[in-house]
């Protein structure tokens, strides 16, 4: 089993829905998570830290389960804008990032 | 503030030639992360430095590969006789400390092709 999975995807949605990405990681003793997003061919920004209690931020809110070992982040009101890998980052003790293989979102117009 | 930075950006090597990667951190940045990323593929971690001092390099490839990252200057990723399967996108970040939640910022990455 991987250590970080998220659904494979592509997600092509229209300018305005509601989608949301899901990520397990399989190491419980991992102790920060976080979203990146990366567009075609740069590199990786960082969208939101995700927090025990869920964390929001506008139109982009993020979720940890602890106990299923699952994070989810959901997008509102798509912008075309959005279009972009999504990749989900586990880490444990601030050592090496492990990213997921991340799950390409397009937005249509 | 500048960003992480990275150069080049674009390096064009014949096999078995010698790759040179660089990477300056951001200005108060004391750990740096190299990651490198195949095309069509995620990040994968390769090594992780702070000043002269390697702290992780499970991800790195026993042969041909190493990392240093000196009191003075850049952090170099250093690729001896490069092979067309070097061919990728190699990513490097910083971060201020190694804490719980310090986010890491990447450079804009080095795209080495092998001839």
């Known amino acids: 089993r991987k250590e970080v999975e998220q659904d494979p995807g592509p997600f092509n949605v229209p300018e305005g829905a509601t989608v949301a990405f899901n990520c397990t990681y399989s190491?419980?003793?991992?102790?920060?998570f976080f979203w990146y997003r990366q567009d075609c061919r740069k590199e990786p920004k960082l969208l939101m830290s995700?927090?025990?209690s869920g964390n929001e931020d506008g139109r982009f809110t993020a979720q940890l389960n602890r106990a299923s070992q699952y994070i989810s982040l959901l997008i509102r009101d798509s912008k075309l804008s959005d279009s972009a890998t999504y990749l989900c980052?586990?880490?444990?003790?601030?050592?090496?990032?492990?990213f997921g293989p991340g799950t390409r979102l397009s937005v249509l117009p | 503030n500048a960003g992480v930075m990275q150069n080049p950006r674009h390096l064009v090597r014949r096999r078995g030639q010698e790759a040179r990667l660089r990477c300056s951190p951001m200005?108060?940045?004391?750990?740096v992360y190299w990651y490198r990323q195949l095309p069509e593929e995620g990040l994968k971690f390769m090594v992780y430095?702070?000043?002269?001092?390697?702290?992780?390099e499970s991800g790195m490839p026993k042969e041909r590969f190493s990392a240093e990252f000196p009191k003075e200057g850049p952090s170099i990723l250093r690729i001896q006789q490069v092979v067309r399967g070097d061919s990728a996108a190699y990513f490097c970040?910083?971060?201020?400390?190694?804490?719980?939640?310090?986010?890491?910022?990447f450079g804009p990455g080095t795209r080495l092709t092998v001839l």
């Open positions: 995700v927090y025990s």
């Open positions: 980052v586990v880490t444990n003790y601030g050592q090496n990032f492990v």
């Open positions: 430095l702070q000043k002269e001092n390697i702290i992780d």
């Open positions: 970040a910083s971060s201020r400390t190694t804490g719980v939640r310090d986010t890491q910022y």
């Open positions: 200005k108060g940045h004391s750990h």
């Open positions: 190491n419980s003793a991992s102790q920060s």
